[in-house]
Structure formats: structure tokens, C-alpha cells
């Protein structure tokens, strides 16, 4: 397996990773602008990029993604929940991505937003088990995603709660985890700047996984939220419009 993290505009993090052996490659969270970095990496380590996802419609950054995929034919995949206005490759719960010997398992994981998905990632050459998770704005170091922008932030921060115990929690604590956002970010109050974690690290330091009280949660999380990101509205329009 090869795999490269890409800090990016807004504080955001993208990720090309894939199977050097058989040339397959996926793309996630793909920053407008960044489109030819994929495509120079991708040409570097002589792999064809088979599929670009978006962990959820972003709100903070205009999306590159749908310009990738088109660029190197690749399917463009989003949540099945993702509101958009132009076809798209539709990921749901337990969907399964090969990219030769890689395994992408999607997860969905509501909260941040209703699409957002995780996917945990094994290399098959290694072990069926879990190497590490893409937790998009679902899980960051240090923090977690804000409830807020879809409104509805007590609902959406009892879905992040289930999220977290039901599903992201479940997997072993020496799984990493690699968020879409560092320090920086409008998504999450807190994200420290070291861009990759484990789960075992962030079950004993994370503040709000250390909160188990499913009301005591829903509180904490939506209370002080930080003002909304510039331009949100005009930057969603533009990554949800054909
Ligand atoms: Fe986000």
C-alpha cells in the first residue's frame, strides 16, 4: 500500500492512497486547486486514480473533486444522503471499494453532516483488520466535527454521539485515524495540528469522547459553537450545483 496525506487550503486534508502492486488508487476530500498534485503523485507511483470520494458535501472549501474525477475518469462517490445536483456514484453503509489490494469499507457516520461517511481502510497483503480510519469532519484529533451547519445541531449532536459509541469507538484502539481538518479549521473547535492520530490516544485525551453521557454530550457540544465559515452558503452552492 501507498499513502500520502496532502495539508491543504483551510486547514483541510486530503488524502491518495491505493495499491502500488496492481495500480489502483483512490482520492478523498480533493481541495479545487489540487487537482494536478493527485494526478502528478498518482503518475509517480504509476496507479490509476479508479475513484474520488468526498467524506461529505464541504462547506469551508470548494471542492476539487468532481474536476478530478472527470480529469482521470475515475467515479466521483458521495453518500447516498448527499444533496446534489448532478449524478454521482452512490455510497451507502458497508459498501465495499477494492483498489487492488485495498480494502475501503464506507461507514456512515451522521453528525457532522447527514452524509458524512468514514472508511476504514485494510490492506489486504497485511490483515482484513482495519490499518486506519478516514474520519472526514466526523472525528478529529483532538475535537470533533460541528453539528451546526445543517441546523438542527441538537439532533445532529445525538446522531454524532451514536456515531462515535456505536461506530467509530468500536474499532481497536490501535487504529489510526486521519481527519479531514487540522488546527485551523472552521469545522471543529480545538483540532490540534498533528494531522494523524490513534483511536486508543484520542479515547483517553479527546475532551468530548471523554464524555459518555449521551445528554451531558448533546450540551457540551452545542453550546459556544463558533461562528459559521465565511461564505459558507456560496461555497456549498458551488459544490453541490452541476
Ligand atoms: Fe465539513
Known amino acids: 500500500m501507498f499513502f500520502k496525506q496532502l495539508a491543504t487550503k483551510e486547514a483541510s486534508l486530503s488524502y491518495l492512497f491505493g495499491c502500488g502492486s496492481l495500480g489502483k488508487a483512490v482520492a478523498v476530500d ?26 461529505h458535501v464541504h462547506a469551508d472549501h470548494y471542492s476539487g473533486g468532481r474536476q478530478l474525477a472527470e480529469q482521470v475518469g475515475a467515479k466521483y462517490c458521495l453518500h447516498s444522503h448527499a444533496q446534489v445536483k448532478f449524478p454521482f456514484e452512490v455510497l451507502n453503509d458497508g459498501d465495499v471499494i477494492e483498489a487492488g489490494n485495498v480494502h475501503i469499507k464506507v461507514l456512515h457516520t451522521p453528525g457532522h453532516t447527514l452524509d458524512s461517511i468514514s472508511l476504514a481502510v485494510s ?22 466535527g460541528r453539528p451546526d451547519l445543517a441546523g438542527k445541531e441538537k439532533e445532529m449532536a445525538a446522531m454524532l454521539y451514536d456515531t462515535l459509541h456505536t461506530k467509530l469507538l468500536t474499532y481497536p484502539d490501535t487504529t489510526e485515524i486521519y481527519p479531514a481538518h487540522q488546527a485551523g479549521s472552521v469545522c ?55
Not at 30 to 54: C, K, L, M, P, Y
Request: glycine share 6%; aromatic share 8%.
Open 30 to 55: 480533493v481541495v479545487a486547486g489540487d487537482e494536478d498534485w493527485f494526478i502528478e503523485q498518482a503518475r509517480q507511483q504509476n496507479v490509476s486514480i479508479t475513484h474520488v470520494i468526498e467524506t
Open 123 to 144: 490492506d489486504n497483503r497485511r490483515s482484513e483488520e482495519a490499518w486506519f480510519l478516514l474520519t472526514g469532519d466526523t472525528l478529529f484529533v483532538g475535537s470533533i
Open 188 to 242: 471543529g473547535a480545538g483540532i490540534s495540528g498533528k494531522p494523524v492520530s490513534t483511536l486508543g490516544f484520542e479515547k483517553r485525551f479527546n475532551p468530548m469522547l471523554k464524555v459518555t453521557d449521551r445528554d451531558e454530550f448533546i450540551h457540551a457540544l452545542t453550546t459556544d459553537i463558533p461562528p459559521r465559515p465565511a461564505e459558507m452558503d456560496s461555497i456549498v452552492e458551488a459544490n453541490i450545483t452541476a
